[in-house]
């Protein structure tokens, strides 16, 4: 899946002297995720997990800019 490459794309760029312990810290996170979603999914109803999933969303967007962000004045500060 596109997504799943891409995440790994950005973990590879975010760390690329720690690759082996960011993926390992990427899928550790992963599973904990689906874990936890599964729990909770057995005593919650369909209405307060989509709110979850969509907050969960507009926050990672919100993160997922603050990286690029951070990213791009990183790499413009290294080429001055």
Do not use: W
Not at 6 to 33: D, G, I, Q, R
Not at 40 to 50: H, N, P, Q, T
Request: contains cysteine; aromatic residues 12%.
């Amino acid at each position: 899946s596109n997504e799943m490459n891409f995440l790994s794309a950005l973990v590879a760029l975010l760390f690329p002297e720690m690759t082996e312990a960011a993926f390992a810290n990427y899928h550790c996170t992963k599973a904990a995720s689906f874990t936890v979603y599964f729990v909770i999914s057995l005593y919650v109803c369909v209405k307060v997990k989509l709110i979850v999933v969509i907050v969960v969303l507009v926050l990672g967007s919100i993160l997922y800019v603050g990286v690029e962000i951070s990213v791009r004045r990183n790499n413009n500060a290294l080429k001055k």
